[in-house]
């Protein structure tokens, strides 16, 4: 098991994606990453960060954000597509962490229904307790989906945990401090 952690470190320390992704990324192998669909193609870099060198494990990106009750009201017919609230913001790309969070401030500008508390725990292994925000529709990469956010009421800017990475198909490359979509087609789902 050492010996995995150190390559993992080796490879920019992003925790909990698979060691196989890392080497993968690392390799510039398609093949690897999306199970031998591809002959060895080569990966492309798609986001770049948006800041300096990054924590162990964290870096940064822009991304944008908009209410999707305003998106369902605008295919409706209901509401102006210029009236849709919309909001571009830094995000820390954390693999260690699970979920969106978004700052007090843009939850507010974008009207985001408040869905009651949630437990959270913190990197120092303490519980606290937030709110939960819903119908955030965040887009990265031109791949978007709907996500429940926690609400930081201090925080500037966002953070991007697992489950918005898996969710949109993407790869952190730490090493490179950049976001890969894991086929450049669409989002990739796999079932047994």
Known sequence: MTGMSETRNQLGKCFPVPISFHLAVAAGRWDTV????????EMTPFLEPTDGPAATGRFSVDFDIANAEDLIEVKK????????????????????????????????????????????????????QKTAASHAQVE???????????????????????????????????????????????????LE
């Not at 800017?157 to 450049?184: F, H, N």
């Open 34 to 41: 999306i199970g031998g669909a591809r002959e060895d193609s």
């Open 77 to 128: 017919g209901y509401l102006p597509v210029e009236q849709v609230r919309r909001a571009r913001l830094s995000g820390v790309v954390d693999t260690g962490a699970t979920r969106l969070v978004l700052p007090g401030a843009i939850v507010k500008q974008l009207g985001l229904p408040k869905k009651g508390p949630i437990t959270v725990q913190l990197a120092d292994g303490r519980r606290d």
């Open 140 to 190: 990265i990469l031109r791949r978007s989906r709907v996500f429940t956010a926690v609400v930081e009421p201090n925080r500037k800017d966002a953070l991007i945990g697992a489950i918005v990475l898996e969710e949109l198909d993407l790869i952190p490359d730490c090493t490179r401090q950049r976001l890969i979509p894991r086929d450049p087609k669409g989002i990739f789902a796999e």
